[in-house]
């Protein structure tokens, strides 16, 4: 499997689901990574979890909606490692309701998170990925297949998904001359903690057969599992995907082929 030794690696969001599946695997396979969540308590078990598997950790306080914080971030990191090769933009949140049932402040707390969180944790990387020596970096981007297609009830998720998509696009143009490579990832339902906590917000009263909704309206019969998206993450961050930029790599069961 694809390796990655000697580098460090910033994994936004990665407390829980696919963000802690990537963590793990870059852990095992040789990055040093540095978790970056809003959650104290959980961050530092996934930094534990790597490092009792053998491999190197460190949690890092992270709120993407504030610059400031992913300065920092960035900053203590290459503090203790001297400089950052991957950044994994995770954290994300979810809303359901089309464009009449999305209330002005839901709008914008989804653009706070998915769209400004990457703005502002990418900016942050890059400058950091440009001063460095060697320079360069991979920054791999999680996006959505609600940001290419269209997906019942989900206008603000698609917006924000779209706008990472376009930013991947545009940060893999503008750096491809500077060693940085920009994907993104668009996953289609993947059974996490975000799932959980959708069936239990909307769906309280009927959880396992929403659940089996989901799974079923996949075409392989199933949502994914964190740990099928963690490796596609691992390949983009690698060297061996040395030639591939400005992707947006599409792991959804079949659901957008249909």
Known sequence: MFRLDGKTALITGAGSGIGREIALLFG?????????????????????????????????????????????????IVGSTGRLDILVNNAGIGLVGNLTETAPQDFARLIAVNVYGVYHCAQ???????????????????????????????????????AVISMTQSI???????????????????????????????????IEETRKQLHARQPLGRMGRPEEIAPLALYLASD?????????????GGLTAR
Do not use: W
């Open 28 to 76: 095992k396979q040789g990055a040093t990574v540095a978790i970056g969540d809003v959650n104290d308590q959980s961050e530092r078990a996934v930094a534990n979890e790597i490092i009792a598997a053998g491999g190197t950790a460190m949690a890092v306080p992270l709120d993407v909606t504030d610059l400031g914080s992913a300065e920092t971030a960035v900053r203590d």
């Open 124 to 162: 942050a990387a890059v400058n950091q990925m440009l001063q460095q020596e060697p320079k360069g970096g991979a920054i791999v981007n999680i996006a959505s297949i609600a940001g290419q297609v269209a997906v019942a009830r989900r206008f603000a998720y698609g917006a924000t998904k779209g």
């Open 172 to 206: 893999a143009m503008d750096y491809i001359d500077q060693g940085i490579r920009c994907n993104c990832i668009c996953p289609g339902t993947v059974e996490t903690p975000f799932v959980e906590a959708y069936l239990q917000k909307y769906h309280a009263g009927e």
């Open 240 to 252: 061996d995907a040395g030639y591939v930029t400005g992707s947006q790599m599409v792991i959804d």
